[in-house]
């Protein structure tokens, strides 16, 4: 086999290191006969070995396509003055240890970095998304302020004392062994450390089990909500003292609808996204699956905050 046949089948491809810095200046690269950088080639064509759109798995058209809806560095409908309304009642400086837990592309980090002066640490499971966003943070110049680690949120093992600061937002709703997860988060921060995270939970009794059920398997990754009333309960048996636990439902599906609406304004006034659109509306049924769940009083967004006690010498 030939080597311009291997590229023309997709065989080979530039490295990932090599696409992404491509993908950030806005082109896409012809790979070559050893697998090389190439040259790059007109933006519109789809990235190769991307496949069909899908919400399964982190591709860098996903990757695109979230960035498009949500904003530099974003795989979650996240807006800045949701991040500032999270992370404000914090007192973030850049004397505090900060992490965060899910930093996907590590959009929310960066902008924590900048807004505060800070150092954060972020935390993700996903191995594709933590290289971009270590390299989206390479060429945003803030790898200084930003690095990230890997973890497995079920096995969950951050080094003790290591954090004043963690934050999340929609980043454990998919754990299961959420007790060990809380545990340890508590065990992580420091004397009177503080912890804010905002999440899909359920409110009560569920009414109709077999809707949650059917949106659950729907998803990319299997939920396990907790009631909210339970996660007070078990935040406050691992130590933390619990004191806000607020409902932002309608707060969080606006945010959702404003996004995919200025995203149909922009399209209606001529900005183009390709191929992405296909992916972009693949997203755009993830969303509304979410959304739908909300109306029907199933699903809930809460923002919930505790502390870690001072200790008592």
């Given at each position: 086999m030939s080597a311009g046949r291997k590229v023309a089948e997709g065989d080979a491809k530039p490295p990932l290191k090599a696409r992404l810095r491509a993908w950030w200046d806005g082109y896409e690269l012809a790979a070559d006969a050893e697998g090389g950088t190439g040259e790059p080639a007109p933006s519109a064509a789809p990235p190769r070995?991307?496949?069909?759109?899908?919400?399964?798995?982190?591709?860098?058209?996903?990757?695109?396509?979230?960035?498009?809806?949500?904003?530099?560095?974003?795989?979650?409908?996240?807006?800045?003055?949701?991040?500032?309304?999270?992370?404000?009642?914090?007192?973030?400086?850049?004397?505090?240890?900060?992490?965060?837990?899910?930093?996907?592309?590590?959009?929310?980090?960066?902008?924590?970095?900048?807004?505060?002066?800070?150092?954060?640490?972020?935390?993700?499971?996903?191995?594709?998304?933590?290289?971009?966003?270590?390299?989206?943070?390479?060429?945003?110049g803030r790898a200084r302020h930003v690095s990230f680690l890997p973890c497995d949120f079920?096995?969950?093992?951050?080094?003790?004392?290591?954090?004043?600061?963690?934050?999340?937002?929609?980043?454990?709703?998919?754990?299961?062994?959420?007790?060990?997860?809380?545990r340890a988060i508590y065990d992580m921060l420091r004397p009177s450390g503080q912890f804010m995270?905002?999440?899909?939970?359920?409110?009560?009794k569920v009414k109709d089990a077999s809707a949650l059920k059917d949106w659950q398997q729907a998803e990319p990754l299997?939920?396990?909500?907790?009631?909210?009333?339970?996660?007070?309960?078990?935040?406050?048996?691992?130590?933390?003292?619990?004191?806000?636990?607020?409902?932002?439902?309608?707060?969080?599906?606006?945010?959702?609808?404003?996004?995919?609406a200025d995203y149909a304004t922009r399209t209606g006034n001529g900005e183009k996204s390709g191929h992405l659109h296909n992916w972009i509306l693949k997203e755009g049924e993830l969303w509304l699956n979410r959304t739908r769940m909300m109306d029907a009083g199933i699903l809930q967004v809460f923002r919930i905050y505790a502390r870690k006690p001072v200790e008592i010498t």
């Open positions: 070995d991307d496949g069909p759109p899908t919400v399964k798995g982190w591709s860098l058209s996903r990757q695109q396509s979230v960035v498009t809806l949500f904003g530099e560095g974003m795989v979650r409908c996240i807006p800045d003055d949701a991040k500032s309304r999270l992370t404000k009642p914090l007192g973030i400086n850049k004397k505090l240890s900060v992490a965060e837990l899910g930093a996907g592309l590590g959009g929310f980090a960066r902008w924590v970095a900048h807004e505060y002066d800070a150092y954060v640490t972020g935390y993700e499971t996903d191995p594709i998304l933590m290289e971009a966003g270590s390299e989206m943070t390479k060429m945003a079920e096995k969950f093992t951050p080094k003790p004392r290591s954090a004043d600061i963690v934050y999340a937002s929609e980043a454990l709703f998919h754990v299961r062994n959420k007790p060990d997860a809380f995270m905002s999440d899909y939970m359920l409110q009560g299997p939920p396990h909500l907790m009631e909210v009333q339970e996660a007070r309960k078990l935040l406050t048996a691992i130590g933390f003292e619990v004191s806000i636990a607020e409902n932002i439902t309608a707060e969080y599906k606006a945010n959702v609808m404003r996004a995919f």
